[in-house]
């Protein structure tokens, strides 16, 4: 056991020497380790407190949360057959173990009587804080139900677990179980020569002539965007719509894990005293209510949609004009935004990206950085799981403070999209300090020949915000790991670090350092940022209303939806009819790769995108109110969101840095919608 790098936590991850058949041993290890840990805590008779009884706590769980966690970060990012029959034969066990720690009485009175100790006073805001999120999550976990009860309870925990891995899996395998060979150049008329580059590459990397494509963001999205021939987009969308669906093999068919989990969430909450899963998944938010947050989608669904029905008329009236198009189909949406931006704008997404090569892009980031925390980030050495990750450092002083890795390529084996994990938490004990590190995962265009990889200014804004995610991790100065960084953030408060750095990408005093064109190395001209910028909220009526489709459907499929005989695919036509204005066909299955809500944590919790969003906004509003990026407002950001983590409730925080409560003007300025528009 001592040869196995899974359970060395010395330092970093050991990525290179980690196998599939390292898992198995490395999680008994660690699920026995801990269930002692936990016996002999329990029997103690001494009274508990930090240092006999939660310390020794934390080293055991950390312990396992840290190797499941690199575990299931190589199940999303280099999935293969061996390591996804591991990870998910464990799962089973790792989700008992939790399960029964959080039913634990024994542990929970142990909680309740450090409470109750003379110390308790004097320990500081974390430690309360910690604490009492212990006591409530012990209640949310079954702890005080009847033993019956509980066994159900547990077996609902494991499933759960269970299907959400199956979730995740159907997805991917659908989307790299589809390509598309094309022999014929023509055939891809519209697309960006790197696009076409690439996907000769792809083709050729098979053995393959002509081009290959795939489901891929960095393949997909250009010809959505871009390609003229209507019948290739309409080829690749009905892919795309139809994975892990009826449509497609019985084994990849996500509909019956659809049906389950909303059958196991509902009993889940039931369980524990709630009305549905709605009620408990906000027991640990932000907002109080299921109908709380229904009235906010649809307030803002309500000053939203003008917008998106102006955002539609124009898009139709174009295409009929213009491109000779009758009638405007989901395949269409993208393509005839992007002529009728280039029409209106006078440049296109393709000529801004020449602007954003990687290495300008990563400066420019990291300058930004720098301005608003006086922070240094350098690129450092780390065993790493892909020859394309990079490990970087972030400096405070000469020290390090944390770090991160970059995984920023698509590639097949990988999940879609992009997110922020953590690898290891803040925590300081006995006098040392473990430094947090982090995740951070896109799926961007790799590099073409000689030429580095560009990124579109979305790209380049989805790289922010997920910068966003490290640095609340990063930066933290808690030093209690239960409350350090993102842990213990209300859900729906996560995003604002996030979805607040993407401002910075609509700055021309950054914008200017981190870019540089690929052919000539002239950086962006001011004429074309003030296209960009006259296009900021191209379409963002209808943009608005896609986020409140789904996350008002998300609400409501978990409070108010039959989970037995209800059919979601009408509750999200419903959904559609109140706030949307582009309808897909009757054969998209979008709610079958909905993986935040099905596999991820977003489950009666996608609306917290929006309801963040209010909050950065309006965070955001103070840099412009001093001027842009600057570092004293940082460092005002720093102290009173990033440094204290979940040390305190969000809403405290938010008036400890604005000096009030959040409110949605910034929000609606910042999408442009505030004037009243035209129906």
């Known amino acids: 056991m001592s040869q196995n790098p899974l359970l060395d936590l010395s330092g970093l991850p050991r990525f290179a020497e980690i196998t599939p058949a390292h898992i198995t041993p490395a999680v008994e290890q660690l699920l026995a380790d801990a269930r002692a840990t936990v016996a002999r805590l329990t029997a103690q008779s001494a009274a508990p407190s930090w240092d006999n009884f939660v310390e020794p706590l934390t080293d055991a769980t950390e312990k396992l949360s840290r190797t499941w966690g690199v575990v299931g970060h190589l199940n999303a990012v280099v999935n293969t057959p061996e390591l996804r029959e591991a990870y998910n034969a464990n799962i089973p066990a790792v989700s008992a173990f939790w399960t029964e720690l959080g039913q634990n009485l024994a542990l929970f009175a142990r909680f309740k009587a450090l409470a109750e100790q003379p110390e308790y006073a004097g320990y500081n805001a974390a430690k309360k804080k910690i604490i009492a999120n212990d006591l409530r999550d012990f209640r949310l976990s079954g702890a005080e139900l009847p033993e019956a009860e ?16 199956q979730f995740e899996q159907h997805v991917l395998d659908a989307t790299d179980a589809f390509s598309l060979q094309v022999e014929d150049k023509a055939e891809l008329s519209g697309l960006p020569e790197d696009v076409i580059a690439m996907l000769a590459e792809m083709a050729k990397a098979e053995g393959e002539e002509g081009y290959k494509l795939n489901l891929q ?5 250009p010809v959505m965007q871009y390609a003229d021939n209507r019948e290739l987009r309409r080829q690749l969308y009905d892919a795309y719509v139809m994975r892990a669906s009826e449509f497609g093999p019985a084994e990849l068919d996500n509909t019956p894990v659809i049906r389950e989990k909303l059958q196991l969430a509902r009993e889940e909450a039931q369980l524990l005293g709630f009305a549905s899963f709605g009620e408990l998944s906000l027991a640990t938010k932000m907002a109080e209510t299921p109908e709380q947050v229904v009235a906010f989608l649809r307030d803002l669904a309500q000053r939203a949609k003008p917008f998106a029905l102006r955002d539609r008329a124009e898009l139709e009236a174009f295409a009929r004009e213009q491109l000779g198009m009758e009638t405007l189909e989901a395949w269409d949406l993208a393509y005839v935004a992007e002529k009728l931006r280039v029409a209106r704008y006078a440049f296109s997404d393709q ?6 090569p990687e290495p300008k892009v990563l400066a420019g980031l990291f300058g930004v950085v720098n301005t608003l925390y006086g922070v240094t980030v350098q690129e450092s050495q780390a065993p790493t799981w892909h020859k394309d990750v990079r490990f970087f450092d972030i400096v405070k002083d000469g020290a390090v403070i944390g770090g991160f890795y970059f995984d920023l390529y698509a590639r097949e084996g990988k999940r879609s999209g992009a997110w922020m994990d953590d690898a290891r938490g803040r925590r300081v004990r006995h006098g040392a300090l473990q430094t947090p590190v982090a995740y951070l995962t896109c799926n961007f265009s790799r590099p073409v020949g000689d030429k580095p990889a560009l990124f579109t200014h979305d790209e380049v804004t989805t790289l922010f915000h997920e910068f966003g995610h490290g640095l609340h991790h990063m930066l933290t100065q808690v030093d209690e790991l239960g409350v350090a960084g993102i842990n213990g953030v209300e859900w729906d408060a996560v995003e604002l670090p996030s ?16 870019t540089a064109h690929v052919e000539t190395g002239a950086p962006l001209p001011r004429e074309l940022f003030d296209k960009m910028l006259a296009a900021k909220n191209f379409q963002s009526g209808m943009q608005t209303v896609r986020q409140l489709e789904f996350a008002l459907f998300d609400m409501l499929l978990y409070t108010a939806f039959d989970a037995e005989h209800g059919n979601w695919l009408e509750l999200l036509a419903k959904v559609r009819e109140e706030v949307a204005v582009n309808f897909p066909p009757e054969y998209n299955r979008f709610p079958n790769s909905f993986g935040h809500i099905f596999a991820g944590g977003y489950a009666a919790g996608y609306y917290s995108y929006k309801w963040a969003e209010v909050l950065s906004a309006d965070a955001y509003a103070a840099f412009e109110e001093a001027g842009g990026a600057n570092p004293d407002t940082g460092r005002r950001f720093w102290n009173e969101i990033l440094a204290v983590g979940g040390s305190r409730p969000a809403l405290e925080s938010f008036r400890a840095f604005r000096g009030r409560d959040p409110q949605i003007d910034a929000l609606l300025r910042h999408s442009g919608m505030v004037e009243i528009a035209p129906v």
């Open 150 to 165: 509980k066994t159900r309870f547990a077996a609902i925990q494991t499933r759960l677990a269970e299907l959400s891995a």
């Open 499 to 514: 979805q607040f750095m993407e401002n910075f990408c609509w700055e021309w005093d950054v914008l200017q350092g981190m």
């Open 217 to 221: 963001f960095p393949c997909y999205l």
């Open 351 to 356: 000529e801004v990206k020449q602007y954003f």
